[in-house]
T-cell receptor, first 113, second 112 residues
Framework: GESVGLHLPTLSVQEGDNSIINCAYSNSASDYFIWYKQESGKGPQFIIDIRSNMDKRQGQRVTVLLNKTVKHLSLQIAATQPGDSAVYFCAESFTGGGNKLTFGTGTQLKVEL | DAGVTQSPTHLIKTRGQQVTLRCSPKSGHDTVSWYQQALGQGPQFIFQYYEEEERQRGNFPDRFSGHQFPNYSSELNVNALLLGDSALYLC???????????FGPGTRLTVL
């Protein structure tokens, strides 16, 4: 079936460096994508979203890039901080499919001091 | 705004038992979705409720059922529990017609 997957299960970065978390999706009908951050013992926390009519969207210290040609999504975190350590999930949905979200397996981001 | 709340936080059951989990959506939201998250995995969609009816369902057996009340809160019921039902159960609320979903902290269910 359709799925969203991640290339790297674990990413380690030094504090202050930029982080890039990648995601591949397979449903070409998907028109909405979200990045969530999940800390241990907590529910997923919304970070940033992007619609399929956009290629890039920026938030506070975060940027999401969407490449529909290769069905690829990335999350860039600038000046990574220890508080950014968590598991990051990308998720997709499509208009006409309700707003059911399909998640990947996640990437563990570890920030080293 | 309290956001999405779920109860209980943790729950331990034995195989064959039944369980009910509860969710109160974020203020102003009318749609509730339930997800199951196994350890080390991403959340998997169970079903979604809107206007007190199940609107969408994922690939879960009939042992999983739900309900939505007039105040938009929701319950997830699981019958004949199996060891494999052990997971974090997440509730997410949204406003119909929008994509953005807000998640609660989850209920950790352990089946022994």
């Amino acid at each position: 079936g359709e799925s969203v997957g991640l290339h790297l299960p674990t990413l380690s970065v030094q504090e202050g460096d930029n982080s890039i978390i990648n995601c591949a999706y397979s449903n070409s009908a998907s028109d909405y994508f979200i990045w969530y951050k999940q800390e241990s013992g907590k529910g997923p926390q919304f970070i940033i979203d992007i619609r399929s009519n956009m290629d890039k969207r920026q938030g506070q210290r975060v940027t999401v890039l969407l490449n529909k040609t290769v069905k690829h999504l990335s999350l860039q975190i600038a000046a990574t901080q220890p508080g950014d350590s968590a598991v990051y999930f990308c998720a997709e949905s499509f208009t006409g499919g309700g707003n059911k979200l399909t998640f990947g397996t996640g990437t563990q981001l570890k920030v080293e001091l | 705004d309290a956001g999405v709340t779920q109860s209980p936080t943790h729950l331990i059951k034995t195989r064959g038992q039944q369980v009910t989990l509860r969710c109160s959506p974020k203020s102003g939201h009318d749609t509730v979705s339930w997800y199951q998250q196994a350890l080390g995995q991403g959340p998997q969609f169970i079903f979604q409720y809107y206007e007190e009816e199940e609107r969408q369902r994922g690939n879960f057996p009939d042992r999983f059922s739900g309900h939505q009340f007039p105040n938009y809160s929701s319950e997830l019921n699981v019958n004949a529990l199996l060891l494999g039902d052990s997971a974090l159960y997440l509730c997410a609320s949204s406003l119909t017609g929008t994509h953005e979903q807000f998640f609660g902290p989850g209920t950790r269910l352990t089946v022994l």
